[in-house]
């Protein structure tokens, strides 16, 4: 004994400082097999299938776990359904005291939870615990958001029965940050873990039963990924589909759901990609990089894998990033001093021999740490001077891997972005505010972290956790569906506009998108100008409503009052509806920044021509995006006498254009031009135009931004 | 003269006699060229604490490890003879016979002892047959006010009087002003009068206002040809924290990839317990490599710190019998 100790003085090696995992596995066998959870209830599935959840370091089985199929799926969600008006309308105060309920029980559980994560997975323990700490805040704050529901949200929220469905394991705190805010806003759901991340959520069904939640308002299935999100996303019951997977499945879901009602959520495998000026603290950098791009075995989708450096520094920066991957510690989750776990994520296994092959095809240089087990596994992997024209920019890499491309300029650096399509986070690194705000200013994603990566705060909604987005109704959430609609773009002749007109709509649409430069009080002044060239006009608008619809003037006037006043509203809104600061700890500011979306294709219905049509169009150039519109068909006539109007209230040319003819056939068109940001479908199912809680405000604001968090840690 | 060996002169491979590093002339476009942000370096410190631990016997061997680095440290008006001697005994002893036999270490003493320059005698004295080298702070420590000549006479002072080691303090105006010049001129002079012996450069970070100051100095330190950089005079408020000492380090390894010569690190001031000595340890080990964590290159300036140390190692001898 005494001789390893000088053994290790001379060495000064590290080692290993294991956990133990024995109140998981103990836990784990007091309550297996696990069956489903369904209406407050553990159910034996109804096939009685069940399949093992294995320790993927030992290969040890660990539980039996049910297996849900088609009929289990039925009786889940109608438990949902049975559950939702009870809690649906349940007082603010009671859903806040269980939502704080649930925080607390996550908070006792933590260490117990993080540990089912690690074996369930492989996921490093060090990772799973911070992120279970930062679980049970999210609850708490949603507890907060629940409580405050009547006042701030007061009526505009409507809830339903919501899927979460994950089909590559999710850490918990992701399934968290999703399930939170949609318990808050009064939905009940049916949670499908991912196949190798269900123990926890297992785990927390407990304390969903413990803490007396309503039975049925969550219900978890565990099974086989893919048929099980097959049968359970097809259901017809269903509000939203919250979707957890790669972006390919994910595009296929929101296909396949397309017209059917459901409101689909992504939250798809995309990584966050670092841009790095010369004036970095590229030591920090690298440190950034380590964090994000190996996080979660390379499979979070936080982790990076482009790696975007201006030219000059770019020999030094992979340079320090070579010497500190070479000090990494690949090895046992459990143990505290592994950076990275042993356990390569399914789907990375065979992932890296084709990349590598491809690598040597482009003849791109790769390099990988000096510790990697060659031939084995997905070491991390550095691949050179990816030009945008690679095929590895192309390909969803499920491992720890790294691009790194070089620019000379930001412009360049912004090109470099959109050419690899990533996702809706950015880090940037530079000393330079003006550098660093100038590139974060001009990106258009939901974050931003300046010379940092990954920030995350329970308070700051990030990827969709407003309530508000769990509650818009789908006609609202279209984005453009150029892959969807593909084949319907072949132009049909009809009476009325076609798909040329649609184009040439759109292109001056584009030429128009100055109008989101223009200051929130000039874009306010324009729709002011609008109501009262509308009020003028009041009685004549009137009349042609009343002739073309049928019904009666005093309904028509009322319609176009109805109309005047929207316009009010958004032309309020327009020098409202802003952004914000926020300090947190550690010294870093969040600022929000509420931005448009670009063009966005809106179909207006035929009931309330005009009011439909200002409805929505209203709240879109409000916040600063142009519109490209299809009227109802009873709206054409109307539609002819507002041309004037818009002229005379100074409406920019191109910021509103408007295309009338066979509605169908134009809607499809429009919906497969790829120059759409967003895409408002609203035919049969519309809201009650005349109640101001359903048909204007933040859900309509929050449907026309995007919105941007800039995080900015300081300190000199 | 016979010299008994420190335990880690006959044992460890890193004695290998290090090339000195004999400075630069002052590169000011390498300077200009440092970016530091300071929140990206306060977070790698939280999140190294996260990810590396130590425990049982890689605990103790550490802490052993730890012992060879410090300076034990007298730096008080009150300090006379006696307690100087009883110093220096503790430096060739800092652990007790049968605690060492029990670790199954032949022998060990600290890295130097470091004390004012009016006791460099008592030391001698006390040190006399041994290699431990005496170090003296000096150039008017620790606030270093006093006129330019009488700094660099105290110096040669020191070093006649039997100092090997010499802990200089460079002047914090010459940072807060941004006269770089004058600063390197101030750390070259005070490295020619040092002559053989080694010489320890304080920054004293804590008055240097910023990070981006205490990386700049480091440079600047290095090229005027520091063999050490130390954080502090352990004087003043906030002495030596980890952000500041991966700053300096990361100056040490930017230093060391451009010239190839390895400059030491010594933080001092506030480090008196193990564990905050096994944190600076670790960083020395992740940061710069194995290398920097022996005493030829690492060195912790403390005087509490050994009898915490020692407690623990104490404590770990009796849970084995």
Redesign the interface.
């Known amino acids: 004994?005494?001789?390893?100790?000088?053994?290790?003085?001379?060495?000064?090696?590290?080692?290993p400082?294991l956990e133990s995992a024995s109140q998981a596995r103990s836990w784990l066998q007091e309550q297996q097999p696990f069956q489903l959870f369904i209406g407050g209830q553990w159910s034996t599935p109804v096939a009685g299938h069940y399949a093992d959840a294995l320790y993927p370091v030992t290969g040890e089985v660990l539980a039996s776990v049910a297996v849900a199929e088609p009929d289990d799926v039925e009786q889940a969600v109608a438990s949902a359904v049975s559950a939702l008006s009870a809690w649906g309308s349940a007082r603010a105060q009671t859903r806040a005291r269980y939502l704080y309920a649930l925080s607390r029980h996550i908070q006792q559980h933590a260490a117990l939870l993080a540990l089912l994560e690690t074996l369930d997975s492989g996921r490093v323990l060090?990772e799973s615990r911070?992120e279970l700490a930062q679980a049970a805040r999210v609850f708490s704050y949603y507890a907060g958001q629940a409580q405050l529901a009547e006042s701030v949200y007061a009526g505009e929220l409507t809830s339903g029965v919501v899927v979460l469905c994950a089909t590559v394991a999710q850490p918990f705190l992701q399934l968290v940050q999703q399930l939170a805010p949609v318990l808050a806003a009064g939905n009940t759901v049916v949670i499908k873990p991912a196949r190798h991340a269900s123990l926890a959520v297992l785990k927390f069904a407990e304390i969903v039963q413990a803490v007396d939640l309503p039975a049925g308002v969550v219900n978890v299935l565990t099974g086989d990924d893919d048929t099980l999100t097959q049968v359970l996303t097809s259901h017809t019951a269903l509000a939203s589909v919250v979707f957890s997977g790669t972006k390919a499945a994910g595009s296929a879901l929101r296909k396949r759901l397309v017209g059917s009602g459901t409101n689909v959520q992504l939250s798809v495998v995309t990584r966050t990609p670092f841009v790095v000026f010369e004036?970095?603290?590229?030591?920090?950098v690298v440190?950034?990089v380590v964090?994000a791009a190996w996080s979660n075995q390379g499979s979070l989708s936080a982790a990076a894998t482009n790696l975007l450096v201006q030219e000059n520094v770019a020999t030094a920066l992979v340079?320090k990033l070579r010497a500190r991957i070479e000090?990494l510690r690949s090895g046992d989750p459990l143990d505290?001093?592994t950076?990275l776990s042993s356990i390569i994520p399914d789907g990375a296994i065979d992932a890296l021999p084709p990349l590598l092959a491809q690598a040597s095809k482009e003849r791109l240089q790769y390099w990988q740490p000096s510790w990697a087990e060659q031939g084995t596994g997905f070491p991390p992997t550095i691949f050179f001077d990816v030009a945008p024209a690679s095929q590895l920019t192309q390909s969803e890499i499920p491992g720890p891997a790294l691009l790194v491309s070089t620019f000379r300029d930001l412009k360049e650096a912004l090109g470099l972005l959109g050419t690899f399509g990533n996702g809706q986070t950015v880090s940037i690194w530079s000393?330079n505010i003006n550098v660093a705000l100038d590139a974060a200013s001009q990106l258009k994603v939901e974050a931003v972290w300046i010379?940092?990566v990954n920030l995350q705060d329970s308070a700051v909604a990030l990827n969709g956790t407003d309530l508000y987005d769990y509650t818009r109704p789908a006609w609202l959430t279209g984005e453009a569906l150029s892959a969807a609609t593909a084949g319907h773009t072949q132009n049909k002749q009809t009476s009325g506009g076609s798909l040329a007109d649609l184009r040439s709509a759109v292109a001056a649409a584009k030429k128009a998108s100055s109008w989101s430069e223009r200051t929130t009080q000039a874009r306010a002044q324009v729709l002011y100008a609008l109501a009262e060239n509308l009020a003028v006009r009041e009685t004549d608008f009137a009349q042609r409503i009343a002739e073309q619809t049928g019904r009666d003037h005093a309904d028509a006037i009322k319609e176009v009052q109805a109309s005047i006043a929207r316009l009010f509203s958004y032309a309020a809104w327009a020098e409202t509806f802003a952004g914000s600061t926020r300090r947190l700890p550690?010294?870093?500011l969040v600022m929000e920044t509420v931005e448009s979306l670009g063009i966005i294709g809106v179909v207006t219905p035929d009931a309330y021509p005009l009011l439909g049509l200002i409805s929505l169009i209203a709240p879109a150039i409000a916040m600063g995006n142009t519109v490209v519109a299809i009227p109802a068909r009873q709206a054409s006539l109307v539609v002819a006498d507002l041309y004037p109007l818009l002229e005379s209230a100074h409406v920019p040319a191109g910021v509103i254009n408007i295309v009338t003819g066979d509605r169908d056939v134009l809607s499809k068109d429009l919906a497969g031009l790829r120059e759409l940001a967003a895409f408002w479908y609203c035919g049969s199912a519309h809201p009650d135009w005349f109640n101001t809680a359903q048909s204007e405000g933040r859900t309509f604001l929050r449907a026309a931004t995007r919105i941007k968090h800039i995080w900015l840690?300081?300190?000199? | 003269m016979t010299t008994t060996k420190s335990w880690t002169d006959a044992v460890s491979n890193a004695e290998v006699v290090l090339e000195r590093n004999p400075g630069l002339p002052l590169d000011m476009g390498w300077v200009g060229r440092a970016h530091i942000n300071r929140n990206a370096i306060e977070r790698r410190i939280r999140v190294l604490a996260a990810r590396r631990a130590l425990q049982d016997e890689w605990q103790v061997a550490w802490l052993l490890r730890a012992i060879t680095c410090i300076d034990l440290t007298a730096l008080s008006g009150d300090d006379t003879p006696s307690n100087v001697r009883h110093l220096c005994v503790k430096a060739l002893q800092p652990l007790r016979a049968n605690v060492l036999a029990a670790l199954g270490c032949p022998t060990l003493t600290t890295g130097a002892v470091c004390i004012y320059h009016n006791l460099i005698p008592t030391a001698v004295q006390a040190l006399e047959g041994s290699n431990l080298p005496i170090a003296a702070v000096s150039t008017g420590f620790p606030a270093g006010q006093a006129p330019f000549e009488q700094k660099v006479d105290e110096i040669r002072a020191s070093v006649r009087a039997g100092a090997s080691e010499i802990d200089i303090v460079i002047s914090r105006a010459h940072v807060l002003t941004g006269n770089w010049q004058a600063l390197y001129d101030e750390v070259k002079a005070y490295r020619e009068a040092c002559g053989a012996a080694h010489m320890k450069t304080i920054l004293e970070t804590y008055e240097l206002a910023t990070l981006s100051n205490v990386y700049k100095a480091s440079l600047i330190c290095m090229m005027a040809g520091a063999d050490f950089i130390k954080t502090s005079t352990g004087k003043v408020a906030v002495n030596a924290t980890l952000p500041v000492g991966l700053t300096m380090l990361r100056a040490i390894r930017e230093y060391h990839e451009q010239t190839g010569y390895k400059v030491g690190f010594k933080p001092a001031g506030g480090v008196s317990s193990a564990a905050v000595a096994l944190n600076w340890l670790i960083l020395m080990h992740e940061e710069l490599g194995v290398e920097w964590t022996h005493n030829t290159l690492f060195r912790i300036g403390a005087s509490s710190l050994l009898g915490d140390i020692e407690r623990q190692l104490n404590n770990y001898v009796s849970a084995l019998s």
Do not use: H, W
């Not at chain 1, 840690?713 to 000199?716: D, K, Q, V």
């Open positions: 004994m005494g001789k390893q100790i000088m053994e290790i003085f001379e060495t000064m090696e590290y080692g400082v060090r911070g004036d970095a603290d590229l030591d920090s440190e950034g964090d340079g000090t505290r001093t950076d000393e010379n940092s550690e010294q870093t840690p300081y300190g000199a």
